[in-house]
Every structure is written in C-alpha cells, then in structure tokens.
C-alpha cells in the first residue's frame, strides 16, 4: 500500500482536459481526459505514429496540444513552466546524451539544467544501481543502444527524486534483466506517490490495484 | 549529495560545458578560423595585390569574411542538441530559457566570434594596415563579433531541422547583420580617413546592448516553436 | 450595432473568408484596372514634362507608388503574421504569406523602375544611394521570409517561425534605413540621390496617388485571390471543401 501518511510522499496530481492534438492535419486524438492521482501509472498504449510520443510532450510542455490543457496540482503547466519543470523528468525515445561526454558527464549535465549539482559520488551510485557500474566514464559514443537506454533511465536514481516521471517507450532495447529491475524502478516510485505517464508496447503488471489508468491511442 | 545552483552559477556552468565539448571537437572551430583565413586570400587574388587598393578594402573585406565565416558556424549552436534530443533539457529547464539561451550564446561567442577577432589581427598584417587601425579593427570586431552570435541565433532557432541548412540561415540574417557590418567596418575606414571612429562605437554598442536583450528573448521563442 | 455584439471572429473563419473573398476580388480587380488607366492617363498624358529631366521622369508614376507599396506591404505582413503568432489564427497567418509575394514584386519593380530612370538621367544603371539600397535590402527580407516559410514542411511551425522573422524583419527595417543613410553620407561626396523628385506640380501627385491606389487594390486582389488558394490546399480535408468539389 502507498505509505500516504509518510512525509516523502508526493502529493500533487495530473489532470488532462480535453486534449486534441493534430499533427501534419492528421487528428491524433481528440477529447482525451484522465485524471491521474499520486500513486498512479498513466499508461500510453496504441500503434506506431498514433500519437504516443505527441502525448508525453504534451504531457510535459514541449508540445502544444490543439485543443484542451494538462494541470498540475491544479494550475495549468503554463502557467509557471520553470515551477513545474522542477518537478518532473522527461525521457524521450531517443536517450538524450551527447556522445562526446561520458555517461557520468551526461548525466551532470542534464542535472545542471535542473540547476542541480550532483556529487561524483551520486552520479556513480545512481549508475550502480542501473547496472552500469563500470561505464562511468566511458564516452556514450562508444556504448551500443541499450547501454545508452539504461544510462539515461540511471537519472531516475538521482536525489532528490522528482514527482513526475515521463517515460517514452523505456523498455526499449532493454535485456530481460534490466526490463524486471525498471519495472521494479517504477514500483517503488509509485509507492512513494510519484506519478508516471509513460508509453510502451508491453503491459505493465502493477501489484497495486488501481494503479494503473490506461490510455489507448 | 546534490546542491542547488544559483542561476548565474548555472549559466557559467552551461557555458562551460559548451566549451568543453567544443574543445574536444576542436576541429570545428579550427575549420571556421581556417575558411576565414581562406576567403580574406580570396580578396587580393580576385581584386590584384595593389597595396594602396588593398589597404582601402581591408577592413570591409575582413569584416565581410568575419561575417561569413560566423555564419557557418552558427550551425553548431542548436543542431546538434536537436538532433541527439539534449535541446529537449534545455527546453525542460528550470532555467528561464532565454538566460540557458544567452549562455549558449556566450559560449559560441568565445569558441568563434571572440577566435576571428585575434585572427582578423593576424591577416590584417597582410592588408598593410597601420598599427592604430588594426587596433580599432580589433576592437570593432570584439563589440561586433557577440553580435553574430546573439542575432544569427535567432537564426539558428529558426531554420532548425530544415532543408537547406547554412545557406538559408546566412539569407536570413545577414540583411539583419548589414547595421554591424556598416558601423563596424565603419569604424575602421572613418579612422583611415582621419575621422572620429566615435560615433561609430556608440552605434555599435548601442546595438549590442539591444540585442543582449532582444535576441535570447527571440531566439527562446523561435525555439519552442522549432521544436513543436 | 454596439460592438460586443458584432462577431469579429466571423470573417476569421477559412470558409467564410474564402466565400466573401470570392465575391470581392472581382470588383477589386476592376478598380485596380480602372485606377491604373486613370493614373497612366494623368502621368503620362496629363502632367507636364519636367523642366530638367524632360519626359525620363515619368517613370516615378511606377517607381514611386510601387515603393510606398513595398513597404506598406511589409508593414501588413509583419502585422498579419503577429496576429496569427499571438492568436493562433490560422487565416491571419495564410494572410501574410498570400501578401509576402506581392510585396517582393513590388520591391522589384521598385528597383528595376529605379534603374530605369537612373539610366538615362545619371548614366548609370544602378547607385547605391540610400533610398535604392534600402530597398534592396527589403527585397532579401522579403525573399528570407518566403525562403523561410517554403523550408519548413508543417505549415504551422512555418507560419509561426515566418511570423517571428517578419517581427524581428520590422523592427530591423528603422535600424537599416539609418544605418544605410549613415554609410551613404560617409563614402559619397556628392550626394547622388535617385528618387529626388522633380517640385511636384499638382498633377504629378494626382498621377502618383491614382497609381498608388491602383497598386493598392491591385494587391489585395492578387493577396485575396493567393489566400483563397492556400485556404483550399491547408483546409483540404474539411467537409465544406469536399462539398464545394462536387
């Protein structure tokens, strides 16, 4: 059970009116509302090219919807984008890294855009536990697709945790392995009242009833 | 454990993580030195090697190679964070936008403009300009050169992802940078002819100032819209 | 009627914008024809030769009004295309990239018309004065913004990047003019001024107004008649097109 009465427990919720989105005059959906409460995983379902990707960006403020508004806590996420920046980490379909930097790099970078300043001694913890112990300081454009997969999904890791997690299409090119200790990742985000929108063809098996609304595009 | 930065700590730390990229690609900065280097020879070789001729075309003609060759490289500020998906962290920064703006800004200022600056010394030597102009040259070009950043990046953020690449950000922006180019060059040329480059300063620097403000906010909006 | 009540959002709407445009071009046409007969008539016929350039002036009943046009029209792109920006009115944006064209031409009848006259009256079929250069210079902001918007392939993203280029193009405009007139009195000893008109007899004028009215309408058919098209080829997939087309 989500431990509700902790004081780390997150507390602010989702809210999705009415989005639309068209892209290149194609409708990709229309009239889409959810509510998702801490705790909860919005799970993004649908073929290829039906808009799972467009979702999250709205989801996050990179993309306009056509129509309708997400809010957060209850204010719109326009209206102060830097507040809710600051609670939510986005991962796109394409692990963003810069090859010339090492993994360790990469992700003090994206931290710095946080205006965080993780310790060398976090960054490598955080990449222990995603596995990736040794490719700390190894440049990204070495590593093959997976690596870098399991490189970006170690910011998760970091602390202080965000609230908000979007994740596109996280399982991708992950082994067996990796795929079970993420999916555990996730659990015990949602256990402490985190929010994750993410998009994927598998199913998620959540063990908390309730937990997962799902979408489907 | 982690800290919080101070925004202005975090604008020194964007700007040097930009130079240190860039540093590890020195290759891209070179070759922007070099073609500049390249089409200031171009001058003599399509105009003749008369001294007195060249000395009256050299602070035109440098500027104008200045401009060319920061327009080539205004390609680096954006394109490549667009494509490997890290434009998406700066959009979803906590840093107000035009200020993580402003530091890439800075940071191609110092890798490019700041670079053709001390090299436009270099091959004024060839130009036989006295030591006086060369001077104002410099100097022009140090309060002109930032300009070429902060406006080609409104540029930069426009042409995002699109066909026809460098060639179509220089024919945007360069009718914006003509101002620069006529009170930078200007400079140079009032001092040759024994007129108070003063003026010409101000102008400059009144420019300057202006874009300092506008362009980063331009360029954040150009950004969110290239992106969508 | 007061004006909480008038829908201003009416004509905003692609289809009825394409219908009333359809029925106005026409009319706008004829008056742009029959202005310029009456412009033509008065420049060439009616107003006297110049006592210092005889009959070459008379091609300032072509340069002149199309260079007001230019900038005008610059003036209206930069507005239409903020307004599609702010509102995210798609029309207003069509609006602006239907009047961009017009305005280059006018630019280049500027220029060429400018070249005309200089020739027989300075020997010279070009000189960088500062009005001439001004107006080359508008010519590649023009084009950079057309440039602009063909480069990008999703209409919206074009529309909205064209329109901060156009802002960015408007504020410039000033800077330029100075900067240029700044330049052209530093490098020239005498000041060779192309467009220096002759002392206006009152009948030049006339010309030059009934021209410029001509012009004017001339573009808003030509700008109504490019909206109309870009309304059919973005809107194709709504019902009341596919209606239309059977």
């Known amino acids: 059970m989500p431990a509700t009465n902790s004081p780390n427990f997150f507390k602010q919720s989702l809210l999705l009116e009415n989005l639309a989105c068209t892209r290149g005059g194609v409708a990709l959906f229309a009239n889409l509302t959810r509510s998702i409460a801490p705790g909860q995983l919005l799970h993004i ?33 326009r209206a102060d984008a830097e507040q809710f920046n600051a609670q939510l980490i986005y991962l796109g379909h394409i692990p963003a890294l810069k ?60 602390k202080p945790s965000k609230q908000f997690w979007l994740l596109d299409e996280p399982f991708n090119a992950l082994d067996a392995d990796a795929n079970y200790a993420l999916q555990k990742c996730l659990q015990s985000h949602l256990a402490l009242g985190g929010i994750i929108a993410l998009s994927s063809h598998q199913e998620i098996l959540l063990n908390t009833n309730n937990a997962l609304v799902r979408v489907e595009l | 454990m982690t800290g919080a930065l101070h925004l202005f700590t975090a604008m020194g730390a964007l700007v040097q993580r930009d130079l240190s990229l860039v540093l590890r690609r020195k290759n891209d900065s ?196 290239a992106v969508e | 009627m007061p004006l909480s009540n008038i829908n201003w959002f009416k004509y905003a709407a692609p289809q009825t914008f394409y219908d009333l445009a359809g029925k106005l071009i026409p009319w706008f046409a004829v008056g742009a024809l029959l202005l310029g007969i009456a412009g033509l008539s008065v420049g060439l016929l009616i107003a006297p030769s110049d006592a210092q350039q005889g009959d070459a002036y008379r091609i300032i009943f072509v340069h002149v009004p199309a260079a007001w046009m230019s900038m005008l029209l610059y003036l209206l792109v930069a507005f239409w295309a903020a307004i599609g920006l702010i509102f995210n009115a798609r029309l207003a944006s069509m609006l602006a990239l239907a009047l961009a064209p017009t305005g280059a031409l006018m630019t280049f009848i500027a220029l060429f018309t400018g070249a005309l006259w200089g020739k027989p009256t300075w020997g010279a079929w070009w000189v960088w004065d500062a009005r001439l250069t001004s107006e080359l210079i508008l010519l590649f902001l023009y084009i950079g913004f057309l440039s602009l918007h063909a480069a990008i392939d999703d209409p919206r993203r074009a529309d909205r990047s064209a ?84």
């Not at chain 1, 992700?107 to 001694?121: D, W």
């Not at chain 3, 193009?169 to 100075?178: A, D, E, K, L, T």
């Not at chain 3, 058919?221 to 109309?228: F, H």
């Open chain 3, 163 to 246: 329109a901060v280029l156009a802002l960015i193009g408007v504020i410039n405009v000033p800077i330029i003019y100075f900067s240029v007139k700044w330049w052209n009195t530093l490098h020239q000893g005498a000041t060779i001024s192309m467009t220096k008109a002759p002392t206006m007899a009152s009948q030049m004028l006339l010309g030059m107004l009934l021209m410029a009215g001509s012009f004017w309408l001339y573009a808003i058919a030509t700008s109504l008649y490019r909206c109309r098209t870009l309304v059919l080829e973005r809107e194709e997939h709504a019902a009341w097109i596919m209606k239309e087309a059977q």
């Open chain 2, 30 to 225: 070179l070759a922007t030195l070099f073609f500049f280097a390249v089409v200031a020879s171009l001058f003599p070789l399509g105009v003749g090697p008369e001294p007195k001729l060249l000395q009256l075309i050299a602070p035109g003609m440098l500027w104008i190679a200045a401009l060319l060759a920061a327009m080539l490289s205004l390609n680096r500020l954006f394109a490549d964070d667009f494509q490997d998906g890290t434009l998406d962290l700066l959009l979803l920064s906590t840093i107000p936008l035009p200020l993580a703006v402003l530091a890439k800004m800075i940071a191609h200022w110092l890798s490019s403009g700041l670079l053709l600056s001390f090299a436009a010394v270099v091959l004024a030597l060839q130009f036989n300009l006295t030591g006086e102009s060369v001077l104002i040259l410099f100097l022009s070009l140090i309060l002109g050169t930032p300009l070429f950043s902060l406006i080609g990046g409104i540029g930069a953020a426009l042409t995002l992802g699109t066909r026809g690449g460098g060639v179509l950000l220089s024919l945007l922006i360069l009718p914006l940078l003509i101002p620069v180019l006529i009170f930078g060059a200007g400079a140079v040329e009032a001092h040759q002819a024994g007129q108070s480059v003063a003026g010409h300063f101000y102008l400059l620097g009144a420019l300057f100032v202006l874009s300092l403000f506008f362009a980063p906010l331009a360029t954040a909006v150009s950004l969110r819209i």
């Open chain 1, 45 to 77: 379902a649908g073929k290829n090219g039906s808009g799972k990707s467009s979702l999250l960006r709205i989801l996050c403020g990179l993309l306009s919807p056509s129509s309708g508004q997400v809010k957060w806590s209850g204010q719109s996420i």
């Open chain 1, 99 to 158: 090859g010339d930097l090492t993994a360790a790099e990469n992700i003090y970078s994206a931290a710095l855009c946080r205006q965080e300043t993780p310790s060398m001694h976090a960054v490598e913890t955080a990449l222990a536990t995603a596995g990736l112990p040794s490719l700390a300081h190894k440049m990204v454009r070495t590593l093959s697709q997976g690596q870098k997969q399991r490189i970006a999904l170690a910011q998760l890791h970091l």
